[in-house]
Each structure stands twice: as C-alpha cells, then as structure tokens.
C-alpha cells in the first residue's frame, strides 16, 4: 500500500474542497480507508472513512453533512468532498489504510491504519 493525498489549499469559509488519496500500490488487501486530520495544538482526529467490504461510511460528528467519502473503484481513490468549509476545518488532512479485518468500533482509532499518506494542508480563511 502506498499512499499519495492530494488536493489541499486555501479557500474562504463556505467554499469547498476535493481531497484524493491514490493507492499506488493497488493493493487488494485493503479492508478500509479513512481520513484524519491534525490542526496545530490539537490531536489528530478521525473524520470519515469508508469500509471495503459493505461500503459503510462513518463520519465525525464535527464533519457529518458537510464532508462525503467515497472511492473510485476503477482507479483505487478514495476522495473526500469537503463542503461548507469552516475556519475550523484548517488543518492537514492525512489518508489512512487498513488491511486487518478493521471492525466497526476501530474504524475511528489511528492505531487501527497501518498505512498513511504524507498529509494535506487545508487552509480555510474566515
């Protein structure tokens, strides 16, 4: 698994934004994919993820209505439509993959990723 995020940058509160985390490696062991984010002087967090098997989505509460996770088959992406964007929402947003048999109540824990991107900066101005 090899994971490339792309899509951050700077846009104004109530604008949006498309993240795109690429499995390079094109792995089929992937049980789930997820984002989290770390804003500076806080602790990283979950914010949605998306599981393999059934396609169940989860989403913080913070993000929930506003964010969509969902994945491209064909090309192995997973993306994360960020709308509404708050002051808030700044921070850099990280992809996150699973191969173990990730279960419901693991799928907001870090400690259950054992891959992840190199991080992407959002930056939303008030």
């Known amino acids: 698994v090899q994971l490339q995020a792309s899509g951050g940058g700077l846009v104004q509160g109530g604008g949006s934004l498309r993240l795109s985390c690429a499995d390079s490696?094109?792995?089929?062991?992937?049980?789930?994919m997820s984002w989290f984010r770390h804003a500076p002087g806080k602790e990283r967090e979950f914010v949605a993820g998306?599981?393999?098997?059934?396609?169940?989505?989860y989403y913080a509460r913070s993000v929930k209505g506003r964010f969509t996770i969902s994945r491209d088959n064909d090309k192995n992406i997973v993306s994360l439509q960020m709308k509404s964007l708050k002051p808030e929402d700044t921070a850099v947003y990280y992809c996150a993959a699973s191969t173990s048999g990730i279960i419901t109540s693991s799928m907001t824990q870090s400690s259950a990723y054992e891959y992840w991107g190199q991080g992407t900066l959002v930056t939303v101005s008030s």
């Open positions: 490696g094109r792995t089929s062991r992937t049980s789930a």
């Open positions: 998306l599981r393999w098997r059934d396609l169940s989505t």
